[in-house]
């Protein structure tokens, strides 16, 4: 298929330390590519890495994510960009949350499938330290206008280990008593970023909240293990990779209080 298989369509934004692209390879497939600016390439790796993890840990719970893997893309004038793409369905309609109706924002279990997985959604984001669900990166999809719309995930590059704007990835190899990044395990998401109109759907649905939050904390130490080992050996020194999995096995014992909180912060008011 040759080198430079993905070609550039158009910029969709530029935040965090990275463009975002849509492109497109010789099939017809497109995808969200993101790449990092000049000031964080020497970082790029953490900002690949959690995507990695995010959509494997995101498999584990039964949330639909977007598949994700490097490649490379010829971009504007030539450019030669390497970077992550996450594939976009392939269907007559491919929308962000955003740009739904303001009847499916209402009433979501109507007009989306897997409804129920929508209102755990939190508890995902809640976990992994998620700063970044907006309404962009949760997607929709169908084929006809009376479908009812199926979903994924995309763009989880500042979760986990966070953005490396924020970071000292060297303070990583540190022992992890009382360093720098270990209070990072333990803080609560009080104002955790909920999409418009998911805020009520999830406060009403604390069974299915619990329920996540149940299946997380079902999940072995090995579980957690295989996930960041998906992600290829350049991309995360083994100290990285210890601190990743010890924030994710502190978050999930304390997911019910972290929870609890998240609740008490979005509850509707009466």
Known sequence: MGRWKWKFKKVLRNRYGREIWIVKNREGTQGYFKFPVTRQRKNYRILLANEYIAAELAKLVGLPAAKVKEIRVKGRRGWKKRGIVSLKATAKEVIPWKKASPEVHRNPEQHVHQSDLLAQLAVFDAWIMN????????????????????????????????????????????????????????????????????????????????????????????????????????????????????????????????MNDVLAHIRPAT
């Open 131 to 258: 700063p970044d669900r907006t309404n962009r990166n949760l997607i929709l999809y169908r084929n006809q206008a009376d479908d009812r719309y199926r979903w994924y995930l995309i763009d989880h590059g500042i979760a986990l280990f966070g953005s490396p704007e924020r970071w000292k990835t060297k303070k990583a190899r540190r022992p992890q008593r009382s360093g720098a990044l270990f209070p990072r395990t333990n803080r609560r998401k009080k104002q955790l970023r909920i999409p418009a109109g998911l805020k009520r759907f999830t406060s009403d649905k604390r069974s299915l909240v619990s329920q996540m939050v149940e299946k997380i904390q079902a999940l072995s130490p090995q579980d957690i293990k295989r996930a960041i080992n998906k992600v290829p050996q350049k991309y995360l020194k083994k100290s990285e990779k210890a601190y990743i999995k010890r924030l994710l096995c502190a978050r999930q014992k304390t997911l019910p209080v972290i």
